[in-house]
Nanobody, 124 residues
Framework: QVQLVESGGGLVQAGDSLRLSCAAS????????MGWFRQAPGKERNFVAT????????YYADSVKGRFTISRDNAKNTVYLQMNSLKPEDTAVYYC?????????????????WGQGTQVTVSS
């Protein structure tokens, strides 16, 4: 059973940085795509970034390109989201997702495995 546990959220000011972590367990993740999505109150869940575990190929939403970096540590089975130059509009619950055979999908419904989420709040 795949388990994903996010951590690293918090309250920061605009312009600050945060690094989110997603600890993955339950199987070997070679061949999986790992994604970060976010959901603000009253809004739908939106794509942030994805990474293909084996190749390291990444894909970003336009809204975070150049500010956020997704990466993975094979030895620790952990995916990271480094978030720099944070803006108030980045405020949301951030979720880690995983699945096989989805390429670099930006569609939340393509992923079957999800973490519980971690809150990121950016004050102006």
């Amino acid at each position: 059973q795949v388990q994903l546990v996010e951590s690293g959220g918090g309250l920061v000011q605009a312009g600050d940085s945060l690094r989110l972590s997603c600890a993955a367990s339950g199987r070997t993740f070679s061949g999986y795509t790992m994604g970060w999505f976010r959901q603000a109150p009253g809004k739908e869940r939106n794509f942030v970034a994805t990474i293909m575990w084996s190749s390291g190929i990444t894909y970003y939403a336009d809204s975070v390109k150049g500010r956020f970096t997704i990466s993975r540590d094979n030895a620790k089975n952990t995916v990271y989201l480094q978030m720099n130059s944070l803006k108030p509009e980045d405020t949301a619950v951030y979720y880690c997702a995983a699945d096989r055979g989805v390429g670099l999908s930006s569609i939340p419904q393509a992923y079957n495995y999800w973490g519980q989420g971690t809150q990121v709040t950016v004050s102006s």
